[in-house]
Nanobody, 119 residues
Framework: QVQLVESGGGLVQPGGSLRLSCAAS????????IGWFRQAPGKEREGVSC????????YYADSVKGRFTISRDNAKNTVYLQMNSLKPEDTAVYYC????????????WGKGTLVTVSS
């Protein structure tokens, strides 16, 4: 059974950092593209970042470029999202998702982890 579990969310002050983890089970994560998405209250879901499986290509939304870093640890079957210089507008539920390639509608989703940036 394919399963993705996010962790690492929480409350952080503006300018702070968090590292989100996406742990996969039931499939070898290194064969899949893994994307991070977020949805803020009252807003549509948006793509944040994605790392491909084929060539390791990495994509970031303009709003997070230079602040967020995606990486994968195949030995741990886990993908990370390092988030630095967090802003209140980064507050959202963050989801990881998997599919054969980076895209807007991945097939497999985790249940999400809440990130709140507030003083």
């Amino acid at each position: 059974q394919v399963q993705l579990v996010e962790s690492g969310g929480g409350l952080v002050q503006p300018g702070g950092s968090l590292r989100l983890s996406c742990a996969a089970s039931g499939f070898p994560l290194n064969y899949y593209a893994i994307g991070w998405f977020r949805q803020a209250p009252g807003k549509e879901r948006e793509g944040v970042s994605c790392i491909s499986a084929s060539d390791g290509s990495i994509y970031y939304a303009d709003s997070v470029k230079g602040r967020f870093t995606i990486s994968r640890d195949n030995a741990k079957n886990t993908v990370y999202l390092q988030m630095n210089s967090l802003k209140p507008e980064d507050t959202a539920v963050y989801y990881c998702a998997a599919d054969w390639s980076c895209g807007t509608h991945p097939s497999y989703w985790g249940k999400g982890t809440l990130v709140t940036v507030s003083s």
